[in-house]
């Protein structure tokens, strides 16, 4: 008979705490791996959005110059109107390599 009574005190597992323990490594990188990808764009954003507060321009890179076998960046304050400009020309200077490396891909074959 003690042994009816042991038995009723024991209770079902509880299968979410396992199923917690299962899922908190995946969720733990997961959670890392947004963390690193949107910290720096926040930082960058941030920077960005400190500058055009107290200057009402944007960091733009302009230009690329070769320098003694060097690439240098140029970065320069734009106005957010001519970094547009400057964002499509980067686009259509972009679109003509890809062609460019597309044509010789094609002429290889």
Do not use: M, Q, R
């Given at each position: 008979m003690a042994s009816r009574a042991s038995w009723r005190r024991?209770?079902?597992p509880d299968v979410s705490m396992y199923v917690d323990e299962?899922?908190?490594v995946p969720r733990s990188f997961a959670c890392?791996?947004?963390?690193g990808l949107l910290a720096p764009v926040a930082?960058?954003?941030?920077?960005?959005?400190?500058?055009?507060?107290?200057t009402k321009k944007v960091p733009?890179?302009?230009?690329?110059v070769e320098r003694d076998g060097e690439r240098h960046l140029i970065v320069e304050l734009v106005e957010p109107q001519e970094a547009r400009s400057l964002i499509r020309r980067?686009?259509?200077?972009a679109q003509a390599f890809?062609?460019?490396i597309r044509s010789?891909?094609?002429?290889?074959?």
């Open positions: 024991v209770s079902a299962l899922l908190g890392g791996w947004l963390a930082a960058i954003a941030g920077v960005v959005g400190g500058i055009y507060l107290f733009f890179i302009t230009e690329l980067g686009t259509e200077a890809g062609d460019e010789e891909l094609e002429a290889e074959e």
